[in-house]
């Protein structure tokens, strides 16, 4: 396959291609898919608009109404931030996602570079860093993303348009030379979840996935039900049928961790755990009223952990096993590189359709060794298990329903 490479230089404002063979970690499936005319492997061009100790790029996306999309980003490098970029090598890179009233976050890039990544941060609605739209970006209306709208052109819809976005960016941070090919990642939060969700499912250059709050099974979760419910009937199910990362995950083979709150008012739990159930190799971490919001998402310290386990050097996140439930006692095994310092069992007696409002409690187990265990107490309606690390570290175990 044809395709172009771009050189980066630093601080210059242009737009370089040259013709070669993109050769491929993984590959980009959409076949069958809306996307499946899209030549995702073509290095999009870009250029450097600001360099100071990280880079403001434009790149060039897919086609929309007549041209190429322009796509705003941050780009920061370990060197970058340094002011030495000599030792950017075999750098492991991250895309990041932002959510609903998002865009490319500064110091969202930075904390990564922090960490040793070669971090790309896009904006998907067609704006700058100043939160104003850019010559050639997608269009909103009054500044609403039309997340739902599907009465659009095909190619005109948002989420046609950001799935698009966010694989082209992953192409073009591959390109940089300073990344590592074989150690990619990715991580969006709340709307960004969602299209992480789906990317991830169709890019297998990505090794791990980590959708924060965004999930599938959109038609039956808090507000973004009340959203389809609002469509006309046809356009609810068309928008199912094509964007609902039910319809994706499947095809998602890596390591993947779905975060979320107990409360969250957008995705709800079920429809959290029915997504992970159809990703082969799938992750779960719910924390007790966690607020939904970038910063509170992003600050989760186990994205980094499950991440570098994958891509770095860091020891693993704790992992259960063997989790059984019999007798009202919940019971398992744990491999971890470091000790555990607890277990519990959170719990809510709560129903009904609005599960936001729930009101969860906690109880304590035991740990023997390598095995824990907790008892259900009664009325519990809706529990899981947390096992917390001298780390600090949460994962979670199933979620039970009675």
Request: contains cysteine; positive net charge.
């Amino acid at each position: 396959m044809k395709t172009h490479y771009i050189f980066k230089i630093v601080g210059l404002s242009f737009f370089l291609s040259l013709t070669g063979i993109l050769s491929g970690f993984g590959q980009v499936n959409v076949e069958n898919t809306l996307w499946d005319d899209e030549d995702f492997l073509l290095t999009p061009e870009y250029e450097v608009v600001k360099s100071d100790s990280i880079e403001s790029i434009i790149f060039k996306s897919l086609s929309y109404k007549g041209h190429r999309k322009s796509v705003f980003a941050y780009y920061a490098t370990p060197g970058m931030l340094d002011g030495n970029i000599s030792g950017d090598k075999k750098l492991p890179g991250i895309i990041l996602v932002h959510g609903g009233g998002g865009m490319a976050f500064r110091d969202w890039v930075v904390q990564w570079a922090k960490r040793g990544y070669a971090a790309l941060a896009l904006d998907t609605r067609g704006n700058g860093a100043d939160k104003k739209h850019i010559a050639g970006g997608f269009e909103e209306k009054g500044g609403e993303t039309p997340y739902f709208d599907v009465t659009l052109p095909l190619k005109e819809q948002w989420l046609y348009q950001a799935v698009g976005d966010v694989i082209k960016a992953h192409t073009l941070l591959l390109s940089f030379p300073e990344v590592d090919k074989k150690r990619t990642a990715i991580t969006g939060i709340s709307w960004g979840g969602v299209l992480t969700c789906i990317v991830s499912s169709l890019d297998a250059r990505f090794k791990v996935a980590v959708p924060v709050y965004g999930c599938g099974f959109l038609g039956e979760s808090g507000r973004m039900k009340q959203q389809l419910d609002a469509l006309a009937e046809k356009d609810r199910d068309t928008w199912l049928a094509q964007y609902d990362p039910s319809v994706y995950l499947s095809r998602m083979k890596r390591p993947i961790l779905f975060l979320n709150g107990t409360n969250d008012v957008h995705f709800y739990l079920s429809s959290m755990t029915r997504s992970a159930a159809l990703a082969k190799k799938s992750r779960l971490l719910i924390k007790r009223g966690l607020r939904h919001s970038h910063k509170y998402g992003w600050s989760n310290e186990e994205i980094s952990a499950f991440v570098n386990q994958y891509l770095g050097k860091e020891e693993a996140l704790p992992c259960i096993r063997k989790e059984s439930i019999g007798n009202g006692v919940v019971k398992g095994q744990v491999s971890s590189p470091v000790s555990i310092e607890k277990v519990t069992l959170y719990y809510t007696t709560s129903e009904g359709a609005v599960a936001d409002t729930y009101h969860w409690r906690s109880v304590s187990g035991d740990l023997y060794g390598r095995n824990w265990e907790v008892t259900v107490p009664d009325g519990a309606k809706i529990w899981f298990v947390n096992l917390t690390d001298t780390r600090g570290y949460q994962i979670s175990g199933k979620v039970y329903r009675r």
